[in-house]
């Protein structure tokens, strides 16, 4: 198995020291520096001594940090479920109606009760979604990252 290996100078020092958040997830914020990388790749052998110390649990916190650290799409899915969810109720409403008018196979009480819970709840959803994206324009703004760094002065 071969891995990639990204090799930090002093200038991505200097601008990686401006950042001043406190949960840093140097992973992600090692490209957003945007100056040019070297890798060097390599083969990692299988380990000979004992055991790993970084369980999967552990890798899985990881990935949800670096999600929602420089992500906003959970928050993004949540309005699209929510909006694709109202869609399905006024489809199904749709559906019922056209059921209802011509071959007459509806339940009766069925439609009354489960669309506006269907309706309901993807209104909630996208009501969510766009508090969450005010909440994550709020939550980037907090982070105060630096919005250009120089490279070099001439």
């Given at each position: 198995?071969?891995?990639?290996?990204?090799?930090?100078v002093?200038?991505?020092?200097?601008?990686?020291?401006?950042?001043?958040?406190?949960?840093?997830?140097?992973?992600?914020?090692?490209?957003?520096?945007?100056?040019?990388?070297a890798?060097?790749?390599?083969?990692?052998?299988?380990?000979?001594?004992?055991?790993?110390?970084y369980?999967?649990?552990?890798?899985?916190?990881l990935?949800?940090?670096?999600?929602?650290?420089?992500?906003?799409?959970?928050?993004?899915?949540?309005?699209?479920?929510?909006?694709?969810?109202?869609?399905?109720?006024?489809?199904m409403?749709?559906?019922?109606?056209?059921?209802?008018?011509?071959?007459?196979?509806?339940?009766p009480?069925?439609?009354?009760?489960?669309?506006?819970?269907?309706?309901?709840?993807?209104?909630?959803?996208?009501?969510?979604?766009?508090?969450?994206?005010?909440?994550?324009?709020?939550?980037?703004?907090?982070?105060?990252r630096?919005?250009?760094?120089?490279?070099?002065?001439i």
């Amino acid at each position: 198995m071969s891995c990639v290996l990204t090799l930090i100078v002093a200038p991505q020092l200097e601008a990686l020291s401006q950042f001043s958040e406190v949960n840093i997830f140097l992973r992600g914020i090692i490209p957003l520096l945007g100056f040019r990388t070297a890798t060097v790749e390599y083969v990692r052998h299988e380990r000979f001594a004992g055991e790993t110390k970084y369980p999967l649990r552990r890798m899985l916190s990881l990935a949800a940090n670096g999600i929602t650290s420089f992500s906003v799409a959970p928050l993004r899915m949540i309005t699209g479920f929510g909006l694709l969810v109202c869609c399905f109720s006024i489809v199904m409403v749709a559906w019922i109606l056209l059921g209802k008018l011509l071959a007459d196979h509806v339940i009766p009480g069925w439609a009354s009760s489960v669309v506006p819970i269907y309706f309901i709840g993807g209104v909630q959803l996208l009501s969510i979604g766009v508090v969450g994206e005010y909440v994550a324009k709020i939550y980037l703004e907090t982070k105060r990252r630096p919005r250009y760094f120089i490279e070099r002065m001439i």
